[in-house]
């Protein structure tokens, strides 16, 4: 697995959770939502110009401006200071994730001409959050500090009955991961485990039989149902693309097929910016 855990944050919990609520104040945008299987949605605190009608990411090698909610979240700010190294920092963002939503897999970075180095600090999760990296699924939790190799396919869910909030960081392409982190970060132990068990024949053929009532107005609905398959049973982050096709072949709908190739494409091989696949 290429994500890495490179250490933890002593979280002060009073003051994060006074941010949090701060950011309930905050307009969070939908940019991406396209990648998501329910509730997606993003608030950037520093890019590149500083302004919040920058959402979406490019490529820039200048250091993050703070937008206006970053002077919601004063906790959240100290801690970026404290253990980053700040100068190398390109966009800031907080990612939440609603309950029982999740993203289909995807690879990121296709429409760029250029790979951040992405770090994800969850500070606020449950114990039914998960990321997914190609065929492996791990947890990050409260503090830890991970590396997300965003050009492996991947996916995250939140299965839990409370919000998935990450502060999430992108650095100049090709920073080192030991210029990252500061020495104010405490070191933290990996906890690899795998608890998707093999998938049985009667949940195979019951995902076989979703090809006879594939349909225009359900297509997304089976997309979110392959995408959150893969998080309960031992599966590489291609199969749901694998089990979309052969869903689309069983149809008989050639422009169905089409769009399950078209999609693919989208999310794991090529894309151009806002040209997302419409059926």
Known sequence: MSAQLLGKIDLDKDRLAADIRALDTVEFSQVYADFACGRWDICVLRNATGSSTEQKIRTHDAKALPTPPSKHVPYINELIERCFRSDGIRYVRIMRMGPNSCLIPHQDYLELNDEYVRIHVPIETNDRCWNTE???????RMGEIWFLDATRIHSAGCFGETDRLHLMLDFQPGTRLS??????????????SDPRPEMPRKIAEAIDGLGMVLSKENFRDVVAILSKFHFHYRSHGKDVYRWLSSLCEKSGQADMIQYAKEIEKYYTLSRQPDTVPRI
């Open 179 to 192: 210029e990252v982190v500061t020495d104010q970060v405490q070191p933290a132990e990996l906890r690899p």
């Open 134 to 140: 190609d065929d492996k699924i791990y947890q990050m």
